[in-house]
């Protein structure tokens, strides 16, 4: 079975800085999916960023950015240049090649002014 | 585009209540998926439709649970009869068969059972 492993507790950030989530996972599967998924106090579950296994550089959307270190099994996502409306659940996902997208347990970000 | 659509947004019942939670997918999208979110399993796979066919329900909990995808636009997740460790949010999402990408999700179900 696949396993997403976030461990982080709740995190503080200032304002206009920029925030590391840890995503580690454990797969045996050659070709996979990872995902990273913001759910604010509303509920929704909105995409953020993509990285496919075999994409050898690492994905970028806007503010986002996924460092992907494909040989320790990490999938960490860079928030830059934080704002208050970045306060939400981060949720780390992997599509293996069952199809059967595995969430982590989330971190909690919290942005001050 | 109007995004999954789901109904209701909210559901208070009774245990030993009938319980059906509505999902219209983003039109074109071929793959279809419920979950359920708790505090304490967090988000859980329940089942996965590709083309209205289920291809995997091994995340539905018990009998009490069933769903269905009569057709691309529509589906259904029962529960029948329902209990309070039923409680929680229950998200439909959506994914279009020219990509592996992203699932978009809808806005979700949030179910009580008293």
Redesign the interface.
């Known amino acids: 079975a696949q396993k997403i492993t976030q461990t982080q507790p709740g995190m503080f950030v200032q304002e206009k800085e920029a925030v590391t989530l840890d995503c580690t996972y454990d797969t045996s599967d050659q070709s996979y999916?990872l995902?990273w998924?913001k759910q604010p106090s509303s509920?929704?579950?909105?995409?953020l960023i993509?990285q496919g296994s075999y994409d050898e550089q690492n994905a970028t959307e806007g503010r986002y950015s996924l460092n992907f270190q494909k040989a320790r099994k990490s999938a960490n996502l860079v928030i830059s240049a934080s704002q208050l409306g970045d306060s939400a659940m981060y949720?780390c996902a992997m599509?293996p090649e069952?199809?059967?997208?595995?969430?982590?347990?989330?971190n909690q970000v919290v942005v001050i002014p | 585009d109007a995004g999954v659509i789901q109904s209701p947004r909210h559901e208070v019942t009774e245990m030993g209540q009938e319980v059906t939670l509505r999902c219209k997918p983003i039109s074109g999208h071929n793959?279809l998926?419920w979950y359920r979110q708790t505090m304490m399993r967090?988000?859980e796979?329940l089942i996965?439709f590709n083309n209205n066919v289920p291809?995997?329900d091994?995340?539905m909990p018990e009998d009490r649970f069933s769903a269905k995808m009569p057709n691309a636009s529509f589906s259904t997740l029962k529960i029948q009869p329902s209990e309070p460790r039923d409680s929680a949010?229950y998200?439909c999402?959506s994914r279009s068969g020219r990509t592996?990408?992203?699932?978009?999700?809808g806005?979700?179900t949030?179910l009580t059972v008293l």
């Not at chain 1, 509920?43 to 995409?47: A, K, L, P, Q, T």
């Not at chain 2, 592996?100 to 999700?105: H, K, T, W």
């Open positions: 999916g995902f998924y509920g929704e579950m909105i995409f993509y949720f599509n069952s199809n059967r997208l595995a969430f982590g347990k989330g | 793959s998926f967090g988000l796979l996965y291809i995997d091994s995340g949010v998200f999402a592996i990408n992203e699932q978009f999700f806005p979700g949030r």
